[in-house]
């Protein structure tokens, strides 16, 4: 696992949202699992960049020192 920093932009605020911290993860795979596990709303879609670069599939591999941004984009009417 790979110790990386996290943050996440643009998630509907409440009062437990994380919004940055350092987290182990093995790709952003597990990084999607669980922020979907913690706040389960199913019309969200994930945008993700790793180290500055926007990343085309959710399984990309970190490693130690990475920083990855999730930013949350509602759908829906």
Known sequence: ?????LKIVGLPQ???TLQESIVNASN???II??????Y???YYTFNIL???VGVDTK????HDGDEVVVVP???GG
Request: hydrophobic share 30%.
């Open 1 to 5: 696992m790979a110790k990386i920093k």
């Open 14 to 16: 409440k009062a437990d």
């Open 28 to 30: 952003t795979q597990e």
């Open 33 to 38: 699992q669980s922020i979907e596990t913690k």
């Open 40 to 42: 389960p709303e199913d």
């Open 50 to 52: 790793v180290n500055g």
């Open 59 to 62: 399984s990309k591999n970190l």
């Open 73 to 75: 984009v509602m759908s």
